[in-house]
């Protein structure tokens, strides 16, 4: 005799296999996201879904914000005024020097024959959120694909840099800080032009120059910026300060840690930085310059990985 | 005793279901200044859900939820999804017996269940290369179980019958 179940105890396939049918799929996932990059498609139109929710997010803090500059005070606005106007003399001042030493460079550099400097265009920015996963250190810019922002481009706020764009959605976009252990900047001296690259600190908020000699010349109090020299960030702006310097002689390298000069995880608005000619092609690349960040980062995880091992 | 779920309740509207986990997903992208003790919500409203109607929803829905909050927060693609399947698996399978328990023993199982996911969640970021990110990363599961009786309250508000009508 046959027997067949009364249709309301059928309740599809047993939870375990769904969840195996689920973990594989997610696992699948993973490593096609992790190794491949063949997913970004996906990932575009699912956080297109998610815009509507990230801009309700936002909007309290916005409401909060207007309230409260509407609540100001007099008393604190004739401050506020009075400490902005001493800002700007101050800022006056500096620029006219800026202004002058530009010309001179420029003159100078015509003289040499060297190619001007590409001028650099800067778009403001308002920060969504920051990400769930508070260290994978990223935020989330409303600007996307349809302002025109081009993965690569540096971000920076009035301070100095804040980090570098990683992805870019049709109407938000991925920042990555500079505090990410896998983000790197090539950064100078400016006491004495010593070139260095800068690495994310990770969850100290704090930044690292990895292969300084144990002898290099740097000193508590330096500022560091950006030496242009990767063609990715131009050279000039303010990075970091040096925090503290410790020269183990068993060590053949200094263990340098700075701070960084912009709010990486503070303030609500920021800047993108492009320039709109690219810089001409290395002579020894054959590779397009995307094959060749992807490369990198997957070398630097690898180096990571047999760090890791090693210890 | 009696079990928790014996109180007569009026059938689940789906639009409960669904602005519920709108307003989670929303919590989540709120612009928090520390987000290490901040709750999961989508993973608190999803595990009641897949305890209280776990016909309605289950795997598909968690894994869902998990890209959208993935792809939202520019992870791994598929590191939420695993951790939320695995959530409604537990939560599903738990489901009898964690309703014939009384509130604090709920959140005790619920506990257990967030921090599974949790640990999921800390296994892929391992195993795609990060750096171990320390124990406060199982603070937010706990606090996220201590709030499991207030978002029971407010989830049963609009399936509680008025008082006079569960009198009769």
């Avoid at chain 1, 994978?136 to 570098?164: C, M, N, W, Y």
Wanted: glycine share 6%.
């Amino acid at each position: 005799m046959h027997h067949t179940p009364p249709p309301f105890f059928k309740r599809g396939p047993a939870p375990l296999v769904r969840l195996l049918f689920f973990a594989s799929l997610s696992l699948a996932l993973l490593v096609i996201d992790a190794r491949f990059r063949y997913v970004e498609g996906l990932r575009s139109w699912l956080a297109l879904a998610a815009y509507p929710l990230q801009r309700a997010a936002t909007a309290p803090i916005d409401l909060l914000s207007a309230v409260s500059e509407y609540l100001s005070t007099q008393a604190s606005l004739i401050a506020e005024n009075e400490r902005l106007r001493e800002r700007a003399l101050a800022n006056a001042q500096g620029a006219q020097r800026y202004l002058a030493a530009q010309a001179e460079a420029g003159e100078l550099r015509r003289l040499i024959g060297a190619a001007e400097k590409l001028p650099v265009q800067s778009t403001p920015a308002e920060v969504l959120y920051l990400g769930r996963d508070p260290y994978s250190h990223k935020l989330f810019i409303d600007r996307g694909a349809v302002q025109g922002v081009k993965a690569g481009s540096p971000v920076a706020d009035e301070t100095g840099v804040v980090g570098q764009i990683t992805r870019v959605h049709s109407l938000v976009s991925e920042v990555t800080l500079l505090t990410n252990p896998d983000q790197a900047i090539p950064v100078q001296v400016v006491r004495n032009g010593l070139r260095a690259v800068a690495f994310g600190g990770g969850n100290t908020g704090t930044l690292e120059l990895r292969y300084m000699p144990a002898n290099a010349e740097v000193q508590p109090g330096d500022r560091l910026v950006t030496s242009g020299l990767d063609g990715v960030y131009p050279a000039g702006l303010v990075v970091a300060s040096v925090v503290s310097v410790e020269r183990d002689p068993e060590h053949s390298f200094a263990r340098v840690v700075c701070r960084p000069t912009a709010g990486v995880d503070r303030g609500r608005y920021v800047l993108i930085l492009t320039s709109d000619v690219a810089p001409p092609p290395r002579p020894d690349e054959a590779q397009s310059s995307k094959d060749r960040r992807s490369d990198k980062t997957r070398r630097a995880r690898a180096k990571e990985k047999q760090g890791d091992d090693s210890q | 005793m009696i079990p928790s779920s014996s109180q007569i309740l009026q059938p689940v509207r789906l639009s409960t279901i669904v602005g519920s986990f709108a307003v989670a997903l929303f919590l989540n992208f709120l612009p928090w200044r520390d987000l290490r003790p901040v709750p999961d919500f989508v993973a608190l409203v999803l595990a009641f859900w897949c305890v209280r109607q776990p016909r309605l929803v289950g795997l598909g829905v968690a894994w869902t939820l998990g890209l959208l909050s993935d792809a939202g927060n520019g992870v791994l693609l598929g590191q939420h999804a695993l951790a939320y399947s695995l959530l409604a698996f537990l939560a599903v399978w738990l489901s009898r017996r964690i309703l014939w328990f009384g509130p604090m023993l709920q959140s005790l199982h619920i506990a257990l269940i967030l921090l599974a996911s949790q640990a999921a969640v800390l296994f892929v970021r391992l195993a795609a290369g990060d750096a171990f990110p320390g124990w406060p990363i199982f603070v937010a599961p706990l606090i996220a179980a201590a709030l499991w009786p207030v978002v029971t309250w407010l989830l049963l508000l609009r399936q509680r019958r008025p008082a006079n009508e569960q009198a009769i």
